[in-house]
């Protein structure tokens, strides 16, 4: 699993460091392809000449190359990495992560980044539970970066509690382990719709709604990370798209994103649809600016096509098919019809009695219902974890249907 993959590893100055390149072997071993970088205190614990050996690289600390003044450049490392991994990380980088500095290239390598990051704090047992750490830490996790935690025991210290890094065979597990469950979807085409529509009543107005489309990008962020190929159809949104295995087709009116989701549904395996689409549509666009001194009576409107119905029609066997559900009353009652209706597997429903959830928020409440009959219902999450949740759940009934 562990195959070509490219894998930075970061590395800060904690004595850990010294255990950094038996880790860097492990990989090597494994085939994947290593890039170590460290910070200029990491040098007094391990030199780089035994990092760029066993890692078969030059080892970057600094921005430019000393000798011909060529530029390292951290986009680019950030861009084609597929993990990375900060071990031992100190708290003053991991103060500095929290803050979004970038006064290294090891942090502005991380700050680029746009594949999974690890990271393994290692410190003195006192500067571990030290409140502004302990937040940091928090700060970190809520930003995605994913915590391998330290372990008990003896500290360079003389001291015994938490803050050793754990040892190189567990930080190469925590990656292996990765890998492999996140090929599950390798070679799975995954359409997902995300955010609202916009239909327009004149060049500048238009009938849409609030959606932030954020459930929707993290659904298609989840896909993408187990090895899925994501074709996402989004609307109208602030948020930037940009990671690998994720191609973005931006829509702007249900019109447009019927279009799409039609023609990308036939080569699709799973289709998320978690689009709020406008119900309605004007039944004309004006040309031109409608001014306020010839106030508008009343706009006509007439429904938009139901783009899940549509391709609940379409779908053949061996396709998943799920929507979402956002209820006020009757929940489960409610989302059940709409999955009968519509020819789904699966719908994920959002009760607006929930706090916290729906849209506007970074968190969600779902109960996911499938064509069994059978409801699970999840705790408040993030909307990422929310996302994870939903993923894991097409997973299962994928195994399902593949017996
Ligand atoms: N949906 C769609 N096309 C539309 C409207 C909705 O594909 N024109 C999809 C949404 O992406 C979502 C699901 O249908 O996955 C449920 O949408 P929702 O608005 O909750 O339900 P409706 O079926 O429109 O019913 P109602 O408005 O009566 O609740």
Not at 119 to 130: I, Q, S, V, Y
Not at 154 to 167: H, K
Request: proline content about 5%; hydrophobic content about 40%.
């Amino acid at each position: 699993m562990l195959r070509g993959k490219n894998i930075i590893i970061g590395v800060t100055g904690g004595i850990a460091a010294y255990k950094i390149p038996m880790l860097v072997r492990l990989l090597k071993k494994e085939g994947a392809s290593v890039q170590v970088l460290m910070t200029e205190a990491a040098k007094d614990f391990v030199t780089p000449l035994t990092l760029s050996v066993v890692s078969e690289n030059p080892v970057f600390s600094e921005f430019f190359k000393a000798q011909t003044g060529e530029w390292n450049s951290h986009i680019d490392l950030g861009i084609h990495a597929d993990a990375i991994l900060l071990a031992p990380l100190t708290a003053n980088t991991m103060a500095k992560m929290a803050s979004g500095m970038a006064d290294n290239l090891l942090l502005t390598v991380v700050l680029a980044a746009r594949c999974p990051v690890f990271f393994a704090p290692a410190m003195d047992m006192d500067m571990f539970l030290h409140s502004s750490t302990q937040e940091n830490l928090k700060k970190l996790q809520a930003l995605g970066y994913r915590y391998i935690p330290p372990v008990e025991g003896e500290l360079a210290s003389g001291l015994t509690g938490p803050g050793r890094m754990p040892e190189p065979e567990v930080l190469f597990k925590t990656l292996q382990d990765f890998f492999e469950t996140s090929a599950s979807f390798k070679g799975k085409k995954v359409l997902v719709s995300a955010g609202p529509t916009h239909e327009p009543i004149d060049p500048v107005r238009f009938i849409g709604n609030n959606s932030s489309g954020k459930m929707g990008i993290e659904i298609a962020r989840a896909f993408a990370e187990k090895g899925a190929l994501v074709n996402l159809v989004l609307g109208p949104v602030s948020t930037e798209v940009r990671e690998p295995g994720i191609t973005v087709y931006k829509v702007e009116t249900a019109g447009e994103m019927a279009g799409k989701c039609k023609e990308l549904f036939p080569e699709s395996d799973v289709t998320v649809m978690a689009a709020a689409v406008a119900d309605f549509t004007p039944v004309e666009t004006a040309g031109k600016k409608i001014k306020k001194e010839k106030p508008l009576k009343q706009i006509e409107v007439k429904p938009t096509e139901d783009i899940l119905a549509a391709l609940g029609k379409m779908k053949k066997e061996n396709q998943i098919l799920t929507g979402f559900a956002l209820e006020t009353n009757d929940e489960i009652e409610n989302a059940r019809g709409k999955l009968k209706r519509k020819n789904l597997d699966m719908i994920v429903m959002n009760s607006l009695r929930e706090e916290g959830a729906g849209f506007g928020y970074d968190t969600n409440k779902i109960t996911v219902i499938l064509k069994t009959g059978d409801n699970i219902s999840y705790p408040l999450k993030s909307k990422k974890e929310v996302a994870k949740d939903i993923v894991h759940e097409i997973e299962k009934l994928i195994k399902e249907k593949d017996g």
